[in-house]
T-cell receptor
Framework: NAGVTQTPKFRILKIGQSMTLQCTQD?????MYWYRQDPGMGLKLIYY???????DKGEVPNGYNVSRSTTEDFPLRLELAAPSQTSVYFC???????????FGDGTRLSIL | KQEVTQIPAALSVPEGENLVLNCSFT??????LQWFRQDPGKGLTSLLL?????REQTSGRLNASLDKSSGRSTLYIAASQPGDSATYLC???????????FGTGTRLTVIP
């Protein structure tokens, strides 16, 4: 199993551009999450999904969108990139309530 | 809202020493607590998951304890090694919630 795979690993965007951060997992996990990690701060939840077709907002959803058309994939969309969205983005998944979350290696995004 | 605090922010110890990392949380209505390790430029690796009904969990040289009533968890690392150098994060899942609330981590350096 590859676990949780995120692409790309690095990206530089210009203000106003859009992009999609990809996340896929091969563990047949129901729950998937997107977090952002800023320097000196804990991880903050952006969006999460409890299963295909179901998504919900986390603590910091503004400026982002998600979809969950399959169990495996949970892409994160930035429509109009802003400098405040410069961060490291982590995708995570877990099987059920009693299982730990598994994380991808992250996408480092800079908005210039 | 759940607040998670980890003190100290950084810790340096000589190789071979036993050490304790601390995590405190404000809302005792938790479902479980998870300890992670994060290496520079990498994702999070799950170390231990403690359910709210448990007092401790052990894995190799690691032992995590949970005291819900006082809002505290500790991660004990025995016989520290230079390879243990990393940032250690604790995260709490509240009862009825799907996401984790993270602390800002303790950066551990084990000096050979």
């Amino acid at each position: 199993n590859a676990g949780v795979t995120q692409t790309p690993k690095f990206r530089i965007l210009k203000i106003g551009q859009s992009m999609t951060l990809q996340c896929t997992q091969d563990m047949n996990h129901n729950y998937m999450y997107w977090y952002r990690q800023d320097p000196g701060m804990g991880l903050k939840l952006i969006y999460y999904s409890v299963g295909a077709g179901i998504t919900d907002k986390g603590e910091v959803p503004n400026g982002y969108n998600v979809s969950r058309s399959t169990t495996e994939d949970f892409p994160l969309r930035l429509e109009l990139a802003a400098p405040s969205q410069t961060s490291v983005y982590f995708c995570a998944s877990r099987l059920d309530s009693n299982q730990p979350q598994h994380f991808g290696d992250g996408t480092r995004l800079s908005i210039l | 809202k759940q607040e998670v605090t980890q003190i100290p922010a950084a810790l340096s110890v000589p190789e071979g020493e036993n050490l304790v990392l601390n995590c405190s949380f404000t809302d005792s209505a938790i479902y479980n607590l998870q300890w992670f390790r994060q290496d520079p430029g990498k994702g999070l690796t799950s170390l231990l998951l403690i359910q709210s009904s448990q007092r401790e969990q052990t894995s190799g040289r690691l032992n995590a304890s949970l005291d819900k009533s006082s809002g505290r968890s500790t991660l004990y690392i025995a016989a520290s090694q230079p390879g243990d150098s990393a940032t250690y994060l604790c995260a709490v899942r509240r009862t009825g919630a799907n996401n984790l609330f993270f602390g800002t981590g303790t950066r551990l350096t084990v000096i050979p």
